[in-house]
């Protein structure tokens, strides 16, 4: 099938919303290339379940191609049109099935050496449509903290190596033990000032602190333990079968429904939470049995689809490196911790999280504060934080956090 | 042109720390006296590559915030060798289909996670058949079950019986495991690989296996399994196997893949620098035990380079050193270390060359035709 063929019945199968926005854009969608339409479908296909910024940004898209005369779509949509693709890939079904497409595109891609010209083509595209409808003015400063190294003693590591040239690195945080307090009080207090459906989130690597304030989105470690032992029974299957297709094996991932593993809207649970939340799982590397790269990712995915005002990461230690089945019995087992490895995992997971805060709106005045928790050092990058200086004067995590906001 | 720009930023950075900690010589002093040659001792040559399985970034290795990683390579090794600044890889970033692709000196297109052959010959094809060798002169030690074809090519002019011997020191152990009740006491020497969540291919290579191991290697299951409890990690039970090799062997043509690297695809930072750490090591183990072989000493020539990069932190296609999954500068552009007699010391070579050159460069120095590479030998070291 071509996009050319497309009709609104081709959507049926979509969910409700999903279905009429496609329906309301069909014309648009039968004039997009073929290496182009089932990776916008395949965001489309999920229209119901995302958060209110990834709908802004799945509309900007269609409100670009909206604007543009036919010749100057086929001009932005080039590189995709020039893209020499098999005619295997026009015999699936690309509408229904957009994630196996874009994972056999992939595939193609990488064999005949063009890779390169579709990454190119992507990222161009993305800038032109950003650049066409750009985002709106945000409410306040976007604000990130990242707590790590907790469980950890003494450290040899040289910490926040990557932020410290960013920003003010503080030897000298006085009153530790009252720094998570004051961190998740800061993003109570800042969720009540700029209430909003997924605007202010916390993750934590291990068990969530209660923040004993509303609008706050929070994920953890703990929270998602019957959930990730569920997955890991059907992972450990997979693993131990005589045969071991992996392509299988990542349809399987792909296809599970939240309720599958416990993650059932029915019970009261938000399901563009529990979506979000089970794909952690299902489509991080390395999430379902280390928490740290689950924290390190889940910020990564919250701020690339949900744009939060807020997000405060913690990080807890994780297990310790094992054979992937020992690993996927984590449920079933006493716990053999890593603090140390943590921490330097932690110390990078600071460093993507304040990355992934600078690709979103309003990067220039955001604000990004590090800190090892229970101890005296952090860092604070920020406007009004000279680069790369150390600043010896003790201070509360309390009055950095009052500078950020 | 992007692309280009940003894999020679890349190295111009490495290059400018490397001159200023070493004082390593530049191209343009290449042919200049300064330049020591090592001293070529008599009897044939040999080759022993070393890569590093996994991919590794110039972040944590050659940059200066990863020096303190490699501190063997930057002081025990740079300083005798010629370095390739911009190694690059224009094929497919998966390990076994890039460590194929590296052993043929062509871009293999296949599955990465299929059970299969390198369509073109491999470097132990050319060189037993243009040379005339017996199997026992050429091995490849490799990491983990998918790398069990890796020695043997499909090409119908070379292919069966043509090729390196295989040796999966994970298999042989988990193997001889089997009969043991102490299993637990080895599992840090089983982790798998991480490239997707679960990989554990089926087995149809030429690999040797258990019951050969006492026969080929003269080495025990007993004295096997009782060495790995004392080794810390799969690549040191890799380096444990190479080294028994070169013993028992002597071969002309040995390739060692370590991979322990790839603990990165688990998103783990301080895991993957531990598996960098310990590359870094076993590398200046292997090479001290090079020249103390007399077998060996003055006349072999050392290759040791990552198969790829990992993804940049500053892509926003990927995850940082997670994985290599971009194309981007950073998973494509890496390094390359060559040590022994033909190796002018302390040089930095700066041009741009690809990964599939080295297998007409060890052609050069073997004496073999690799015709159907498309790589061209390199002339700094031949």
């Known amino acids: 099938m071509l996009p050319g063929q497309l009709t609104a019945e081709s959507f049926a199968g979509y969910p409700t919303q999903a279905r009429a926005f496609a329906a309301e854009r069909l014309e648009l969608l039968r004039n997009l290339p073929l290496a182009f339409v089932p990776l916008l479908l395949r965001e489309l296909l999920v229209y119901d379940y995302k958060f209110p910024m990834e709908r802004v940004d799945l509309e900007r898209q269609f409100r670009f191609l909206g604007s543009l005369s036919a010749g100057d779509a086929a001009k932005h949509l080039e590189g995709f049109s020039k893209l020499r693709l098999p005619r295997d890939l026009e015999k699936l079904d690309w509408v229904n099935n957009p994630a196996i497409f874009s994972e056999q595109l992939t595939a193609h891609l990488w064999n005949t050496h063009q890779i390169d010209a579709f990454r190119a083509a992507a990222v161009l595209w993305v800038k032109e449509a950003s650049t066409a409808f750009p985002d709106g003015p945000i409410p306040v400063r976007r604000l990130g903290v990242a707590i790590i190294g907790q469980g950890a003693g003494t450290n040899e590591y040289r910490l926040f190596r990557k932020l410290r040239p960013l920003g003010t690195y503080f030897p000298k945080v006085a009153k530790p033990e009252t720094g998570v307090a004051s961190i998740l009080a800061a993003l109570g207090r800042r969720a009540q000032a700029h209430p909003g459906p997924y605007r202010h989130w916390y993750v934590d690597g291990g068990t969530p602190v209660p923040v004993g304030a509303v609008g706050v989105t929070r994920v953890s470690w703990a929270e998602l333990a019957p959930a990730r032992a569920a997955l890991q029974v059907k992972m450990q299957k997979t693993y131990e079968a005589s045969v071991f297709d992996p392509e299988a094996f990542r349809t399987m991932m792909a296809q599970i429904k939240p309720v599958e593993i416990g993650l059932d809207a029915a019970s009261g649970g938000d399901e563009a939470i529990n979506r979000f939340q089970m794909t952690l799982i299902t489509e991080g590397s390395g999430t379902q049995v280390f928490s740290t790269t689950f924290v390190q990712w889940a910020v990564r995915e919250a701020l690339r689809r949900a744009q939060p005002l807020t997000l405060v990461a913690r990080f807890a230690p994780r297990q310790r490196e094992k054979q992937m089945n020992e690993l996927l019995a984590e449920s079933s087992k006493r716990q053999d911790l890593d603090p140390q490895g943590s921490l330097v995992d932690a110390d990078m997971g600071a460093y993507y999280h304040w990355l992934n805060q600078q690709r979103l709106a309003g990067a220039e005045q955001s604000g990004f504060l590090a800190w090892f928790e229970g101890h005296g050092e952090a860092v604070v990058v920020a406007p009004g934080f000279t680069k790369g200086t150390s600043s010896d004067a003790p201070v509360e995590l309390a009055n950095l956090l009052g500078r950020l906001s | 042109m992007r692309f280009h720009h940003q894999s020679q930023a890349i190295s111009t950075t490495r290059r400018n720390f490397l001159q200023s900690v070493t004082g390593a010589a530049a191209a343009s002093s290449f042919f200049g006296p300064s330049a020591l040659k090592g001293m070529v001792g008599p ?303 302390n040089v930095v070579i700066d041009r741009a060359v690809e990964s599939v050159d080295l297998v007409p460069t060890i052609g050069s120095l073997l004496k073999f035709d690799a015709r159907l590479s498309s790589g061209k030998p390199l002339a700094e070291v031949v």
């Open chain 2, 43 to 345: 009897g044939t040559r040999k080759t022993v590559v070393v890569t590093f399985g996994g991919g590794a970034r110039d972040d944590e290795t050659f940059a200066p915030d990863g020096q303190e990683n490699i501190p063997h390579l930057m002081n025990e090794l740079l300083p005798q060798s010629t370095f390739y600044t911009q190694m690059v890889n224009k094929g497919i970033l998966g390990h076994y289909v890039a460590t194929a692709s590296i052993v043929t000196g062509a871009y293999e297109t296949f599955n990465n996670f299929a059970a299969v052959s390198p369509d073109n010959p491999t470097v132990f094809e050319y060189f037993r058949k243009d040379v005339r060798r017996p199997a026992t002169d050429s091995w490849v030690v490799a990491p983990s079950n998918g790398f069990a074809r890796i020695g043997e090519s499909g090409n119908k002019a070379y292919g069966a019986g043509l090729g390196a011997g295989v040796i999966l020191p994970k298999r042989l152990l988990s193997a001889a495991l089997t009969s043991r009740s102490d299993g637990a006491r080895y599992e840090h020497l089983l982790r798998d690989n991480y490239e997707t969540p679960l990989h554990a291919p089926s087995l149809t290579g030429h690999q040797i296996e258990l019951g050969q191991m006492a026969e080929v290697l003269k080495l025990s299951v007993d004295d096997f399994s009782t060495h790995a409890r004392s080794l810390a990690s799969p690549d040191e039970m890799s380096v444990y196997v190479a080294k028994h090799l070169m013993k028992e062997f002597a071969p002309s043509l040995l390739w060692v893949t370590l991979h322990d690297i790839d603990i990165a695809h688990s998103g783990t930072f301080s895991l993957y620098v531990d598996g960098i750490k310990r590359s870094d090591r076993l590398c200046a183990e292997l090479w001290q035990a090079i020249q103390k072989d007399p077998e060996y000493a003055n006349k072999t020539t050392m290759f040791i380079l990552p198969d790829f990069g990992r993804d940049s932190d500053i892509e926003p296609g990927g995850n940082g050193f997670q994985h290599h999954r971009t194309g981007d500068a950073s998973s494509r552009t890496t390094w390359m270390m060559v040590l022994g007699p033909n190796a002018k010391q």
